[in-house]
C-alpha cells in the first residue's frame, strides 16, 4: 500500500541532478493504462480484466483495496494460477475496513476513495530481480523518466534488494534503507501473504509540498505468509505483486502539482464548474481544485463505479459506504451553495475520462447508475436542510456553545430522522471545532438496528447476525436476526412484516413473521421461498450463505406495510378524535393494526350514540383531508408525557420515547411505523361499534385505500341489485324493496290462510273397516289416502282435524312412504294410535312409533293408490293378533 510520511523533507543525501520538467513525455490517463499493460503484454504477462470492486474472493475485505487482490489465491498456490504471470489495471476502493483514505479525501494532495491502480504479478514465474529491472525499464525506458529524479527505498536487512538495485547502476546514495514499518508489505493486520517491498520514488522538485518526494511505485517480494495469530512464515514459492497508482503517475506525467489536476480530474471538476454556474453558483477558477471540489470529483467517481458493480445505498457494509459517500458529496455541494439535485449532470463528464473503454460497465449501466444515485440524491436532499438548520440551532443555543458538544439526541435525530451518516455529523461539528458525543449516543439504547421507519431502507443490503433451525417433530423451524432489520415486528398492535430475503447465492427466503425474542431483539421466522418441503435440505443447500456474518438483500412487503401504517396513523387519530368528541379521557384498553383494518378498544360506559360516531368519524375525516406531516421526535419519557403526549398505560417504556405527532391534532406515544402525511387516512370510514366487555368498547374502522376497496366492495353488488328491482337509484330500490318485502308478507299470510283451509276440507278418501288388536276388542278405522303432493305438514294437520270431527274412528292416513294414525283417547279407550301403527308394522315392513292419540312411522315400500291400501294396509289391519 502507498504510505505518506517517508522521505519527506527531500533528498537526505544531497545528489539531485534535474531534469527540466519539458523534457517529460506527456501520457494522458488513458495512454498510461495502455503503455502499462502493453509493456507488460510484450515481458510475457497476460493481461487480465479488472476484478469487481467487491472481492468476490475473499469475506474479509469491504472492497477490493490493491490489485493483488483478485490473484490472492495464486500468491499461496502459484501452481493453481492459469498463468505465472499477470498484468492489470485494476480499481480499488478504499473507504471502508482496513484501508479507509475516506476522511483525508479533498484535503491532500493523493488521498482518493476510488483510485486505479497499474499492476504487474508472478506467480512463481520470475522473482526479485527481474521484477527490479522490469520496472527499471519501463520508468526509464518506456516514460523516459529522467535518472536523475527517482530513487529507491529497501528494507534495512534486505542485502540482496539492495544489491539488485546497485547492478541497474544506481548510486548508493539513491538507495535508501527503511524499516518493517515502512518496507514490509501486507493486506492489513490479518491473516494472508506478505514479503518485504521496495518501493520507487519521484522528486517533485517542489519543495512547498509535504511529500516533495513520491511514492510511484512499489514492488512487494511476496515470500511469507501471516497466520491468523501473527506467525510469520516463508511461502513455499516466492511471488512478484506490485502497484502503481495511475493517478500518482498521471500527475508526475501530465507534471500537475496534485492527483486532482490530471486530466481524468480535470474533465470532471471542468464539468463540475459548468453546472453550478449554469445553477447560478459562484465557482473557482483555480488550478487547483478547492476542498469540497476534490470531495465532490472524488466521491462522484467512486459512486459511479460502485454502483456500477452493483452496490446500492443502504445502511449495512458496502451499502453504507456507499450512502456515506454520496452523502458527504452532497454536504459538499451544499457547502458551496447547490441545494438541488446535479449529481447526474456530472455523469458525460466522468465518461470523459475513460474515453478508451477501460471499464465498458460505465457506459452500459449509465442509465442504472445515474438512477440510484438520482434516487438516493432526491431522497437525502429533502431532509438536508432541516437537519442543518437543526444543527445551527445546536450552534447558536448558549447552553450547548460552553461545552462545544452536539448532543447525543441530536446526533441520532440527524440520523434517524434526517440521513446524516455519524461521519457527516462529525464533519461538520469538527468544522465548528465542535464533537459529538459518540459514547453517549451509543449509551443512548435506541441503536438503530430496526431501520424500517425509513422506506427506503426497505430494500437494503443486511448482515445475518445469528441464526437458529429448531426441530419441532417433523417440522424445522429457522429464525435468523439480521442487522440492519427493515422489518416491523415491535409490536404495539401493528401486524409485523413479511417479505423475502435474498442470500449471496440467490436463493430466495420468505419472511412469515417478526417478533421479539426479547427485549431489544429482532426475530425474524423464515421458509424456502420456492416452497421446498425439505427444509433441512435447503438449509444444508445454502448452508455457506446462511451463517452469521453473510449478507443479504432484504425485501419488505411494501403494500402490507403501507397498510399497516395508514391504520396505525388511523388509531392515533382515533384516539384523539374520540377524546375530541366525547370530551373525556378514555383510555386505550388494545388495538389491532393490520393493512385493511383497524381495531380500537377503549374505555366507556355506555354504547356511543349514530350522532356521536358520525361526530368522530367527520373529525378524523376533517383532519385528514387538511392533511399534515406526522414528526417523529425522541425525547425523555418525562418530558413527553409532559408535552400533552398520549401514553398507553399497558405498554412498558424506558427512558427515552418516541413521539409520533401530527402537530394540532394528536400527539402520541409510539414504536410503530405510520404515514409520512395523515392526507393518507382519508376516507376514514366506523365500520361497527360493539362492546367488549363491561365499560369497554371496541370501535372497527377502515382508512385511506382500504376504505375505498370496502366501498368498492361494499358497491359492487348494487348494480345487479338495481337491475333486479328495476330501480333507478339506490333510493329508489329501497322503495321498491320494502313495497316486494310487504308484498312477501301478504303472500305469505294468504298461504298460511289456504293451508289452514285445505287442511280442514272434506276427505280425500275413505274406507271404514275394523281392527282386532292383542286386547281383543274392535274398533272402527277409517284409511285415507293423501295426495302425494301434500307433505307430511298437512298429514299432521289433516289427522288432528279428523280425531276431532270423526272422533269415534281411529284414523290410519297414507301418503308414499309416511303412515300417521290419529286416536281421539275420549272416545276410543282401548286402542291407541301407537299401538294400531304397530299392528300394522307386524305385516308391512317399516318403522316408527308415537303417543297414545299420534303416531307416525315409514313405510319401507311407498303406497300411492288404492290398490295398495286394499292388499297391504286393510289385510294388515284387518289381520288377526
Ligand atoms: N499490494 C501492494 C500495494 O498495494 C503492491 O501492489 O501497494
Redesign the pocket.
Known amino acids: ?2 504510505k505518506v510520511g517517508i522521505l519527506r523533507a527531500g533528498p537526505r543525501r544531497g545528489l539531485h541532478i534535474c531534469q527540466p520538467a519539458r523534457f517529460i513525455q506527456r501520457l494522458s490517463s488513458p495512454e498510461l493504462r495502455s503503455r502499462f499493460v502493453d509493456y507488460f503484454e510484450k515481458q510475457g504477462h497476460t493481461r487480465v480484466k479488472s476484478a469487481s470492486l467487491i472481492p468476490h474472493n475473499d469475506k474479509s475485505l469491504l472492497f477490493t ?4 487482490v483478485p490473484f490472492k489465491e495464486y500468491f499461496m498456490k502459484p501452481d493453481t494460477a492459469p498463468y505465472s504471470a499477470a498484468t492489470s489495471v485494476q480499481k480499488c476502493m478504499r473507504a471502508g475496513g482496513k484501508h479507509n483514505d475516506l476522511d483525508n479525501v479533498g484535503y491532500t494532495p493523493r488521498h482518493h476513495t476510488f483510485f486505479e ?1 497499474l ?1 504487474n504479478f508472478s506467480f512463481g514465474g520470475y522473482g526479485k530481480q527481474e521484477a527490479i529491472a522490469l520496472s527499471w525499464r519501463f520508468l526509464l525506458e518506456e516514460l523516459e523518466l529522467p535518472l536523475s529524479r527517482l530513487r529507491v527505498t529497501v528494507l534495512e536487512n534486505d542485502e540482496e534488494g539492495y544489491q539488485l538495485w546497485k547492478k541497474q547502476g544506481l548510486p548508493d546514495e539513491k538507495i535508501v534503507r527503511c524499516g518493517m514499518e515502512d518496507n514490509f ?1 501486507s ?1 492489513g493486520d490479518g491473516e494472508g501473504p506478505c514479503g518485504p ?1 521496495t518501493e520507487i520514488f519521484w522528486d517533485t522538485m517542489d519543495d512547498s509540498l509535504d511529500e516533495r518526494w513520491l511514492e510511484i511505485w ?3 517480494f511476496m515470500e511469507n505468509y501471516r497466520t491468523a495469530d501473527g506467525k510469520l512464515t516463508k511461502l513455499p514459492t516466492p511471488c512478484i ?3 502503481m497508482g495511475l493517478e500518482r503517475m498521471a500527475s508526475v506525467l501530465q507534471d500537475k502539482r496534485n492527483n486532482f489536476q490530471i486530466d481524468q480530474f480535470r474533465h470532471l471538476i471542468g464539468g463540475l464548474r459548468q453546472v453550478l454556474k449554469s445553477k447560478n453558483v459562484a465557482v473557482s477558477s483555480s488550478d487547483d481544485p478547492t476542498a469540497h471540489e476534490k470531495i465532490i470529483a472524488d466521491h462522484f467517481r467512486a459512486m459511479c463505479f460502485l454502483i456500477s458493480d452493483g452496490v446500492v445505498p443502504s445502511n449495512i457494509g458496502r451499502g453504507y459506504v456507499l450512502r456515506r459517500i454520496i452523502r458527504r458529496a452532497l454536504r459538499s455541494a451544499h457547502q458551496v451553495g447547490m441545494n438541488e439535485p446535479f449529481l447526474t449532470e456530472l455523469y458525460p463528464h466522468l465518461l470523459e475520462g475513460f474515453v478508451d473503454g477501460s471499464y465498458p460497465e460505465l457506459a452500459s449501466r449509465a442509465s442504472s447508475i445515474c438512477n440510484v444515485v438520482a434516487n438516493e440524491e432526491a431522497t437525502f436532499l429533502t431532509t438536508l436542510n432541516r437537519g442543518l438548520s437543526l444543527l445551527n440551532n445546536v450552534f447558536t443555543h448558549p447552553d450547548h456553545q460552553k461545552s462545544k458538544t452536539i448532543p447525543p439526541d441530536v446526533a441520532f435525530q440527524l440520523y434517524d430522522t434526517f440521513g446524516f451518516p455519524f461521519d457527516l455529523t462529525l464533519i461538520i461539528a469538527q468544522e465548528k471545532g465542535w464533537t459529538v458525543d459518540m459514547k453517549e449516543w451509543r449509551n443512548m439504547n435506541i441503536l438503530p438496528q430496526f431501520t424500517g421507519y425509513n422506506h427506503d431502507l426497505l430494500h437494503q443490503e443486511s448482515q445475518i447476525v445469528a441464526i437458529e433451525a429448531t426441530k419441532k417433530g417433523k417440522k424445522t423451524d429457522v429464525t435468523l436476526s439480521i442487522d440492519p432489520c427493515p422489518f416491523y415486528g415491535l409490536g404495539g398492535g401493528q401486524i409485523p412484516d413479511s417479505g423475502s430475503l435474498t442470500l449471496a447465492n440467490g436463493s430466495q427466503w420468505h419472511v412469515l413473521d417478526v417478533f421479539q425474542p426479547y427485549e431489544g431483539g429482532i426475530a425474524l421466522r423464515v421458509a424456502p421461498a420456492d416452497g421446498a418441503k425439505n427444509i433441512d435440505r435447503k438449509l444444508e443447500q445454502d448452508k455457506e450463505f446462511l451463517e452469521a456474518g453473510q449478507l443479504v438483500q432484504t425485501s419488505v412487503d411494501l403494500e402490507k406495510r403501507t397498510g399497516a401504517e395508514v391504520h396505525h396513523t388511523a388509531t392515533h387519530l382515533l384516539n384523539a378524535g374520540l377524546r375530541a368528541i366525547l370530551k373525556t379521557d378514555i383510555v386505550q384498553a388494545g388495538s389491532t393494526v393490520e393493512p385493511n383494518k383497524l381495531r380500537f378498544d377503549f374505555t366507556y360506559g355506555k354504547p356511543l350514540t349514530p350522532s356521536q360516531l358520525d361526530a368522530i368519524e367527520r373529525w378524523i375525516n376533517d383532519a385528514s383531508k387538511a392533511g399534515g406531516a406526522t414528526n417523529v421526535q425522541h425525547m425523555k419519557l418525562t418530558d413527553a408525557v409532559e408535552s400533552g403526549a398520549i401514553a398507553a398505560f399497558s405498554e412498558k417504556y424506558g427512558e427515552m420515547v418516541r413521539v409520533i405527532e401530527v402537530p394540532g391534532v394528536s400527539r402520541e406515544l409510539c414504536g410503530g411505523t405510520h404515514v409520512d402525511d395523515v392526507r393518507r387516512l382519508y376516507p376514514f370510514k366506523i365500520l361497527n361499534e360493539t362492546s367488549v366487555a363491561a365499560g369497554t368498547r371496541r370501535i372497527e374502522a377502515v382508512a385511506g385505500l382500504a376504505c375505498i376497496e370496502w366501498y368498492k366492495k361494499t358497491y359492487e353488488p348494487v348494480p345487479d341489485i338495481l337491475k333486479m328491482l328495476r330501480a333507478s337509484s339506490t333510493k329508489d330500490a329501497a322503495a321498491k324493496l320494502e313495497k316486494s318485502m310487504q308484498q312477501t308478507r301478504d303472500i305469505q299470510k294468504r298461504l298460511d290462510l289456504v293451508t289452514e283451509k285445505l287442511a280442514t276440507a272434506g276427505e280425500v278418501i275413505v274406507h271404514p273397516i275394523e281392527t282386532q288388536l292383542e286386547n281383543n276388542t274392535k274398533v272402527p278405522v277409517r284409511v285415507h289416502l293423501i295426495d302425494s303432493d301434500l307433505d307430511a305438514g298437512f298429514m299432521q294437520k289433516r289427522a288432528n282435524v279428523l280425531k276431532e270431527t270423526q272422533a269415534g274412528y281411529a284414523h290410519v292416513l297414507l301418503s308414499k312412504n309416511t303412515i300417521v294414525v290419529a286416536v281421539n283417547t275420549s272416545k276410543i279407550q282401548d286402542h291407541t294410535a301407537n299401538s294400531i301403527l304397530r299392528h300394522v308394522l307386524k305385516s308391512v315392513k317399516g318403522g316408527g312409533g308415537g303417543q297414545a292419540e299420534y303416531a307416525q312411522g315409514r313405510l319401507a315400500e311407498a303406497v300411492s293408490d288404492m290398490d295398495g291400501i286394499e292388499s297391504k294396509i286393510i289385510p294388515a289391519l284387518k289381520a288377526r293378533a
Open positions: 500500500m502507498y483495496n490493491a490489485g493483488m491502480m499492476g508489505w493486506m517491498c512499489n514492488l512487494v505483486d506490485t502497484g
